[in-house]
């Protein structure tokens, strides 16, 4: 895989990735580190000892988790490109590349994505896949390739992306078994413009009760728009009021639910944690699409209010959701770039616990991972580790990084001038 082993690393951890059982670590410093002693056997953690001084130490966390992703159109925006920006162009052009979409196609976006991922330090994704039409076989095929492809390096998850109203035929009834049976999740899309009458909750409830049925998790794109704040997620709510599905439900995106007045905000995040749905933010791509009014642009840039969600109890993550294709130019499933980003426009701080979780713990327990990326003895020895040594500095520039992996070092996607300044961290030079 890589270089060998180290016996033992010298690293500042977030403490809030550190084993809170462990009473012979202390409390981690104003930015929430703590310098410590990892030693290392046989691909896991042997021992996590305190050491006395930060001086010179690396900042590293545990490897993130990418909760929203669309692989299987990932990297098309150079022969489809929408540079209008507009919600309602990318979809326009989103379909007429689904029509020529090939297995091939997805299966080397997914390869690229994948190793990308891998490399920047990524240990799990889940990935929406559109369903419905002539991309949805061809995408199948090469992703559940590459869930197998990629099993134990990146965990791949899928979730089937289809109009909700085809969960309630004979084809989606179908299609909802062969996602259960490849651990998958049911999704969809409920946002503007909304029918009128009883169409959807009609066809969330026929969801939800499917969902119950198989025992698969449910995941919906939800108020990804600026108009009709939150009513996408009262609709949802008044389901989950009705049905209790004991299923795991997650509402990506709710962008719209931010701009709604504090007090209503409140309301409907407490409605949140009482039915233990979890919540995506997905700035990047809400933050390119979402708020524009012609020549008022920044009038409104409705994102999911991370910090009321989370303070009402609602487990939240942060998500790069769009890669390079018609919904957003830009994105490399970087996580580090994730975290720089988000931390200043939804302001999470990552030497607070709840600023950090969106993007580690959180995620890993949304998509059921075996380990929820807290180090503690007998864990993975599996992290990230940057050139910063401070969140400061981390935020400042783009970090060099390293990753280890079950305790050895992956080939690094860093050019050989960088090594040096490596090298003065007491990290080895790039195999």
């Known amino acids: ?39 290392l056997e046989d691909g896991r953690i042997a021992a996590i000892r305190p050491l006395p001084s930060a001086r010179g130490l690396p900042l590293a966390i545990t490897p993130p988790v990418e909760a929203h992703a669309h692989l299987d159109k990932a990297f098309s925006w150079a022969g489809h490109p929408n540079r209008s920006g507009d919600m309602a162009a990318a979809l326009e052009v989103n379909l007429k590349e689904g029509q020529q979409r090939s297995a091939e196609q997805v299966r080397q976006r997914g390869e690229r994505a994948l190793d990308q991922a891998w490399r920047y330090g990524l240990r799990a994704i889940r990935s929406h896949i559109d369903s419905g039409g002539p991309a ?26 289809v109009p909700l109203d085809h969960w309630s035929s004979p084809e989606g009834q179908a299609l909802a078994r062969r ?13 503007p413009p909304y029918p009128r009458g009883r169409r959807d909750p009609q066809a969330l409830q026929a969801l939800l009760q499917l969902a119950a049925e198989l025992g698969c998790g449910v995941d919906l794109h939800v ?33 719209s639910m931010g701009l709604l007045a504090l007090a209503a905000q409140q309301r409907l995040a407490e409605r949140l944690a009482q039915r233990q749905v979890a919540v995506v933010a997905l700035p990047t791509t809400n933050f390119w699409l979402l708020g524009r009014r012609g020549d008022q642009d920044l009038a409104q840039r409705p994102l999911a209010p991370v910090r009321q969600l989370q303070r009402a109890g609602v487990a939240v993550a942060v998500g790069g959701d769009n890669v390079q294709d018609p919904w957003d130019p830009g994105g490399d499933f970087d ?3 994730l975290l720089r980003f988000a931390s200043r426009v939804a302001h999470c701080p990552p030497w607070q616990r709840q600023g950090l979780a969106p993007f580690t ?22 992290l990230l580790i940057t050139s910063a040594a401070s969140w400061s500095e981390l ?37």
Not at 236 to 241: A, H, R
Not at 399 to 428: D, F, H, N, Y
């Open 136 to 161: 949805a076989e061809p995408s199948w095929e090469a992703l559940l390739a590459l869930q197998q492809q990629w099993c134990g390096r990146v965990d791949l998850q899928l979730v089937a992306l």
């Open 395 to 431: 935020l400042a520039r783009p970090p060099q990084r390293r990753v280890l992996r079950a305790g050895q070092w992956l080939p690094a996607a860093i050019t050989e001038q960088l090594a040096p300044s490596l090298a003065s961290l007491g990290l080895p030079a790039v195999p």
């Open 223 to 255: 108020d990804e728009s600026g108009d009709a704040p939150g009513l996408g997620v009262r609709l949802l709510l008044d389901q989950l009021d009705r049905l209790r599905p004991e299923v795991p439900i997650t509402c990506s995106h709710a962008s």
């Open 361 to 382: 713990t959180v995620p890993a327990r949304m998509l059921a991972l075996d380990w929820d990326g807290i180090l503690r003895r007998g864990a993975p020895a599996d």
């Open 335 to 337: 996580p580090l770039e």
């Open 179 to 191: 996602v259960a049976a490849a651990g998958g999740v049911l999704g969809g899309v409920l946002g």
């Open 1 to 39: 895989m890589g270089a060998e082993s180290p016996p033992n690393l010298h690293v500042q951890l977030p403490r809030a990735l550190l084993d809170p059982l462990q009473r012979d670590l202390p409390c981690g410093d104003a930015d929430g580190l703590l310098a410590v002693q990892l030693d």
